[in-house]
Nanobody, 121 residues
Framework: QVQVMQSGGGLVQPGGSLRLSCEAS????????MGWYRQAPGKERELVAE???????NYGDSVKGRFSISRDDAKQTVYLQMNSLKPEDTAVYYC???????????????WGRGTQVTVSA
């Protein structure tokens, strides 16, 4: 199956920047998309950004113009550059990988462990 390994996060002041990374590894699957979701206390998990296999990128409305997602296909790795951070960006950020089983043809989601991002003075 697939393993999702993410790193980054931490404490940053408003207006600062952070960079997250996520690598997918394993066998017997094909990647359809990779991206990032976040969940703040008392709220549902929401899309931050995703990049689809053909290169199309989707951003959540609240992060457009501030966050940037990129992909290294050879390394099966995605990055999230977060700039101009606001206190409302505080959340646990989860890497998401959408896959298709190479032999089963079944679609599935795999998730990273999550990392805390806190934006505070």
């Amino acid at each position: 199956q697939v393993q999702v390994m993410q790193s980054g996060g931490g404490l940053v002041q408003p207006g600062g920047s952070l960079r997250l990374s996520c690598e997918a590894s394993g066998s017997s699957f094909s990647i359809n998309s990779m991206g990032w979701y976040r969940q703040a206390p008392g709220k549902e998990r929401e899309l931050v950004a995703e990049i689809i296999g053909d290169g199309k990128i989707n951003y959540g409305d609240s992060v457009k113009g501030r966050f940037s997602i990129s992909r290294d296909d050879a390394k099966q790795t995605v990055y999230l550059q977060m700039n101009s951070l606001k206190p409302e960006d505080t959340a646990v950020y989860y890497c998401n990988v959408k896959i298709t089983g190479r032999y089963s043809g079944t679609h599935n989601n795999a998730w990273g462990r999550g990392t805390q991002v806190t934006v505070s003075a």
